[in-house]
């Protein structure tokens, strides 16, 4: 049995909370909050694996800048969590601006539930990927700049070390981790 | 007046010295021809005679000119008149002056003439000016687009099927009725009566496409419409679609539901929402079946006061001052439909204030010789950016608005005659309900 994935859903409507709760049943264990402005300020999102994002969170929006603005604030808390819209038929334009600033799928009201189980799966997997690829990348981008920091000092490890604000040890200590 | 019968002088004082010859010459012809002197009397009476006919002349030179003069204008010839002989200097003055006030009067009506026809061309309805015999006598930019050429004769025009052209000249004056041009398209045209100044009777007949003008709108109107009714219905079906597949799921496997608290949550859930797209339905067809106005008399302020002592009842807290201007006045008007219209106004308005320090919402009425306007003015945070979707059926910036209640009120000024429009103040925002209505 694989285990459930954790989803943060961001809505307004009760009873699309509902309908998506029951039928991610099995699949996720859904957080839901009805509005942005609802979530807490030191938000953490480690611990879930995909966001569901509406677009617009009170009736007296309409032009779905609430859920761009949304958009911007959990890339910016952790840019590898893989953003799911939910968008009325419709809004294509919104859709698209959505996934100019970083969303990664779009789901169109009235959804499918097998589509939904399938977009949530397909964001989870790529929050993984992502987290696993942003880890992989930060080793990569040290080993990179100890590289051209010694080229440039001509291998002269002192002032290597001065201009990547090390202490000589230090850079030792990355110099063999790295197996340079 | 000495003055200007001295001005006269060249020329009447020549007549008068030469009239003063002839009387001397023949009184003295006659003096010399009875003091013995005929040969003396004769030679005057021959220098009278030519003296009168010199005089003769001048006079009849005087008249020719005149009558060329007359002539000319009447003529209608550009150029101005020779000069008269410096004996009529004054009289030529005062042609001259006649000439510039005449050419000045013609360019002015030169310029109005100008001025109209290019207002005419403005006009998008197409305009025929009909003589009685049938014939185009005048036509504007509109009217010579419907045709690669006018022809002489209205009934010979070809945009207009035969039928119909025959049924526009035989009409009496029409206020306006649809019908179908030749090619096809739908056309609203009217037909007016008028007399010109020497008795003969035109007729205008106006003709206005249908899809160029109403018709963009209306389409506009209703893809706003059905864009709302779109978004609104997806909205409140995408639970419902989502939990009855999940409700068919649930129903093959009982254990993953073993009290069936879900599955009830889940039915009473589409049952809500099924509920609410019923009311939705219901509240469209309200929309669709405004009564056609009875106007009756209603005095103007207690019919005032009653409907802000209702609005008061929707929240105790804003502050609604009634204002009626003139205080006596009266007006036809279907009171239950437009006490409706107002309601609808002063909810919205209440609705919108009711977050300010100092909720207040101002309701005037004001009469004058157009009819009545309704102002309605709250210090709420003012229209949303797209102000005009507000009349927009279903259109709603409320959580538990209904979204009809702007659209029923704009039906109710139309079905009136009237209007309903919003604007933006400095604080807030105003409606304004005018509705023509002759005053008591």
């Known amino acids: ?180 | 007046m000495v003055f200007s019968s001295l001005r006269h002088w060249p020329f009447a004082a020549g007549l008068a010295a030469r009239g003063l010859v002839v009387g001397c010459l023949i009184a003295g012809g006659a003096a010399l021809a009875l003091t013995g002197r005929p040969t003396l009397g004769v030679i005057a009476w021959v220098l009278a005679l030519a003296v009168m006919i010199a005089l003769v002349r001048a006079a009849r030179r005087a008249e020719r000119a005149m009558r060329e003069l007359v002539d000319q204008l009447a003529s209608g010839a550009d150029d101005r008149p020779e000069p008269l002989s410096p004996a009529f200097a004054d009289l030529d003055a005062a042609i001259a002056r006649a000439i510039g006030t005449m050419r000045a009067r013609e360019t002015r009506q030169g310029a109005q003439a100008d001025a109209d026809t290019a207002l005419l061309d403005t006009v998008p309805a197409a305009l025929f000016v009909i003589d009685s015999d049938g014939g185009v006598v005048r036509s504007n930019r509109a009217a010579r687009a419907l045709a690669p050429a006018m022809p002489a004769r209205f009934a010979d025009h070809p945009a207009f099927v035969r039928d119909a052209a025959a049924a526009l000249l035989a009409s009496g004056p029409d206020g306006g009725h649809m019908l179908r041009l030749a090619d096809g398209r739908a056309a609203h045209v009217s037909v007016t009566l008028f007399d010109l100044a020497d008795g003969t009777r035109r007729r205008l007949i106006a003709v206005q496409r249908v899809s160029e003008g109403l018709g963009a709108v209306e389409t506009d109107a209703w893809h706003r419409l059905s864009h709302v009714l779109a978004h609104e219905m997806m909205n409140s079906l995408s639970p419902v679609v989502s939990l009855a597949e999940s409700l068919v799921t649930l129903a093959d496997d009982p254990a993953a539901d073993p009290d069936r608290s879900e599955t009830a949550a889940a039915a009473a859930t589409i049952a809500r929402r099924a509920q609410h797209l019923m009311g939705f339905v219901e509240r469209y067809r309200e929309l669709l079946t405004i009564p056609q106005p009875e106007p009756a008399p209603v005095e103007l302020a207690p019919f005032m006061e009653e409907l802000a002592r209702l609005a008061r009842r929707f929240d105790q807290r804003v502050d609604v001052r009634a204002t009626t201007e003139p205080p006596q006045g009266a007006a036809t008007i279907d009171r239950e439909l437009i006490e409706q219209a107002l309601l609808n106004l002063l909810k919205n308005a209440i609705e919108a204030a009711r977050d300010h320090v100092r909720p207040a919402v101002a309701f005037r009425c004001h009469s004058d010789g157009d009819g009545l306007s309704f102002t309605v003015d709250d210090n709420g945070k003012g229209l949303p950016l797209n102000a005009d979707d507000i009349f927009l059926p279903f259109y709603t910036t409320k959580s538990e608005g209904a979204g009809i209640g702007l659209a029923i009120a704009r039906q109710i000024a139309i079905a009136h005659g009237g209007s309903l429009t919003a604007q933006r103040m400095t604080e807030g925002s105003r409606f304004l309900l005018h509705v023509p209505t002759p005053r008591l």
């Open chain 1, 1 to 180: 049995m694989e285990s459930l994935c954790r989803i943060l859903l961001i809505e307004d409507d009760a009873a699309v909370v509902q309908a998506i709760r029951l039928a991610l049943r099995g699949v996720a264990e859904v957080e839901a909050f009805a509005d942005p402005a609802a979530l807490p300020t030191s938000l953490s999102l480690e611990s879930f694996d995909a966001a569901l994002l509406d677009m617009n969170f009170r009736p007296d929006q309409r032009d779905g800048s609430a859920g761009l603005d949304t958009i911007d604030r959990l890339r910016s808390i952790d840019p590898a969590l893989a953003i799911v819209m939910l968008t009325v038929f419709g809004g294509v334009a919104i859709a698209v601006e959505a996934l100019k600033r970083g969303a990664s799928d779009f789901l169109l009201k009235p959804w499918r539930n097998d589509r939904l189980v399938e977009a949530v799966r397909t964001a989870t997997a790529l929050t993984t990927r992502q987290r696993a690829g942003a880890a992989m990348s930060l080793e990569a981008i040290e080993r990179h700049a100890i590289v051209r920091a010694l080229a440039r000092a001509e291998g002269n490890i002192s002032r290597a070390a001065a201009a990547l604000g090390l202490t000589r040890p230090a850079l030792y200590r990355r110099i063999e981790k790295h197996g340079l």
